[in-house]
């Protein structure tokens, strides 16, 4: 079948379901990064009955991110993806939609990263309120992952409500969980067979049928919102919303602009979605390996308390007297390989990359691990080292194969805040408190549950404080 069209190799199809029987129904890294081992940097897979051009290693994934950004810069919409977002807002839209509105929210997280308190101050108040989170279990055990997920999700409501919520919002915690319900069935088995069979699926009972209740009560929540700063408009705005409301107004003479409110709808959510469970995941990895490797841990703290002090506010900025905390950090991300495979691209156009004649239409998958994993740019790709990113006199390195954001058109649209929250918030946690396993407990499970985003398993550990 691939012959015929002259796509690149790859394992040969089933009728109907294609390849996908042999992956387990996803797109997993490990998977695919095996199937390059015989296939070769990149190969085809059939998703069902549709072909998709697999990217593997550091020099093939930056090849088509980086030298043809332009070209494989669209987004497939996939049945589910359709339904839950009709074309509208940034992550699953395309061509002038998907422009104006991502040009227009770069433009709102420039503003907001200058503001005197702007999202660096948020992020330093959330993050005090985290320490307290912790502060009062007194080094009881705890799942570290519901207090960390509170306070990335707060930041981004200032953001993009204005105001955050308490632990006992019992809608907000609905939102969460309507949330992290809509990313992680996308990377299921679920997502995978709805996708390819939503004619079938339609009938069959599963998780696919709770998802669009859980997208609805995303898009109500936000339509709330929306409805309170309709009512209570002010002169300055202070958050996404009410710049959205501003540039509705400004532009509704113009016949080529995509600002209403359905496209706001769907940009808020978006930014919710894209924020929360990705970098909550990473700092619950980041907490697991520093209870996993208490040198590294120890280390850390040193750092802090010699370049830092025990009670300044940390900024941004810090990072660069900080070469070991800095390296661990993107050795976490590294290593924690949050974003698995990275969000499937479209062929805008035909194009030709290393060889291959890829047609206008085709979906790519630029498999991210491949080069967060890629032996030949990383000294020990499967372990945790921090000195991935330090050269010999201890100074910080980046490594051009460090891509947990992407890279081109599309990449991450929140790379800035995810980086300001990371460091903000681990750096104080490490500095407050240091972290052990409960009494008892000898093991870590360092395994990952596969997903869209790529977590630990649920685990607690005794946070002292210092
Ligand atoms: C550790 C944190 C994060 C990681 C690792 C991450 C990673 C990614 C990746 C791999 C993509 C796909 C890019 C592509 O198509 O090649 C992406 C897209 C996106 N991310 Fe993030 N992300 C993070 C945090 C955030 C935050 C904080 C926001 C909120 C502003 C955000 C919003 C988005 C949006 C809107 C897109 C779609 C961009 C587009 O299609 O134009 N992400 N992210």
Known sequence: ???????????????????????????????????ANKYGSIFTIWAGETPVIVFSGCKAVRDALISHSQEISGRPTTPFVKEFTQGKGI???????????RYFVQMFMRKMATRTKGLEWQIQEEAQHLLEDF?????????????????????????????????????????????NFVVAFNGTHWGRLYDAFPWLM?????????VFGHAEYIHNFVKREIRSHQKNLT?????????????????????????DESNMIQVVTDIFMGSSDTISATLHWAVLYMVAYPSIQEKVQKELDNVLGRSRIIYFEDRKRLPYTNAVIHEFQRFANMASVGLARQCIRDTSIQ????????IIIANLSSALYDPEHWETPRQFNPNHFLDEEGNFVNNKAFLPFSAGHRVCLGEQQARTELFIFFTNLLRAFTFQLPEGVTEVNMDSIYGTVVQPHPYEICAFSR
Request: charged share 20%; proline share 9%; with cysteine.
């Open 235 to 259: 002169e300055e705005p202070k958050d996404l919303i009410d710049f959205y409301l501003a540039r509705i107004s400004e532009t509704k003479d113009d016949p080529s602009s995509t600002f």
């Open 1 to 35: 079948q691939w012959t015929n069209r002259g796509l690149p190799p790859g394992p040969s199809p089933l009728p109907i379901i294609g390849n996908l029987w042999m992956l387990n129904f996803q797109f997993h890294h490990e998977t695919l990064i095996q199937l």
């Open 91 to 101: 992550a699953v839209s395309n061509g002038h939609n998907w422009r104006q509105q």
């Open 135 to 179: 502060t009062s279990q007194r080094g009881r055990p705890l799942d570290p992952s519901t207090p960390i997920r509170h306070a990335v999700c707060n930041v981004t409501a200032c953001l993009v409500f204005g105001h955050r919520f308490s632990g006992e919002d019992g809608a907000f915690q609905q939102l969460k969980r309507a949330t």
């Open 355 to 362: 060889g291959f004649l890829i047609n206008k239409g085709t």
């Open 202 to 210: 339609c009938r069959i009972p599963g998780p696919h049928q709770k």
